[in-house]
């Protein structure tokens, strides 16, 4: 029946799609992990395989961590995975201070959900960053013209979403991060921001 021979077709269509997806999977996470393992070698780095891949240790005098975040549905081949470099900031960062880089894709979506953060009154970081500290005034006073500046012109540059949580400046993504120049790459911008974010001792 034509009907019959059609559904046989998508059927067919469909296991060799997830087969492709399934293989390519498995050869990026085969590529990725040797980029991560080579990328910890030659910064003299912890390499952990278990019980999700991370990198960590110490990079010019500061706490460094790569990892994939707990947070990811990365628990079998079709899972999504969110990356995140952090380096150390030094000095007193506000008690509780949150900012996440707003997807340029959702930033009106972002600016109708301010309502509880902390804006600064620069148009453009405003746009750009969402803010939470548990002392609003603190953050203001952080997140003065040259960290503000500074974290524009990395968003602006950088291939990679900004955040800063619990005292780390950090790069994220929702891919699985292969090539090792572009570990390379985040590695070098961030650890060139971190000094700018700096904030006093107490």
């Keep these: 029946m034509p009907g019959s021979a059609s559904l046989i077709t998508y059927a067919l269509v469909l296991v060799l799609l997830i087969a492709v997806i399934v293989v390519t999977t498995l050869v990026l996470?085969?590529?990725?992990?040797?980029?991560w393992r080579q990328f910890a070698r030659d910064h003299n780095l912890q390499f952990r395989r278990?019980?999700?891949l991370r990198v960590a240790g110490r990079v010019r005098d500061r706490n460094f961590e790569l990892g994939v975040s707990d947070s990811s549905s990365d628990t079998g081949v079709l899972g999504?995975?969110?990356?995140?470099?952090?380096?150390?900031?030094?000095?007193?960062?506000?008690?509780?201070?949150?900012?996440v880089q707003v997807a340029p894709a959702l930033a009106e979506i972002g600016a109708a959900l301010r309502d509880d953060?902390?804006?600064?009154?620069?148009?453009?970081?405003?746009?750009?960053?969402?803010?939470?500290?548990?002392?609003?005034?603190a953050a203001i006073e952080y997140f003065?013209?040259?960290?503000r500046a500074a974290l524009v012109q990395l968003a602006r540059d950088a291939d990679f979403l900004v955040a800063i949580r619990q005292g780390y400046l950090l790069a994220e993504s929702r891919e699985m991060v292969t090539v090792r120049e572009r570990l390379d790459a985040w590695f070098e911008r961030l650890l060139e921001a971190?000094?700018?974010?700096d904030a006093a001792p107490r």
């Design 29 to 35: 996470r085969r590529q990725r992990y040797s980029a």
């Design 50 to 52: 278990r019980p999700r």
């Design 80 to 99: 999504v995975e969110e990356v995140a470099m952090g380096v150390q900031l030094h000095g007193h960062v506000p008690k509780g201070l949150e900012l």
């Design 117 to 137: 953060t902390v804006t600064t009154g620069d148009e453009e970081f405003d746009h750009t960053y969402v803010v939470r500290a548990e002392d609003g005034n």
């Design 144 to 147: 003065d013209d040259q960290r």
């Design 194 to 197: 971190a000094p700018k974010l």
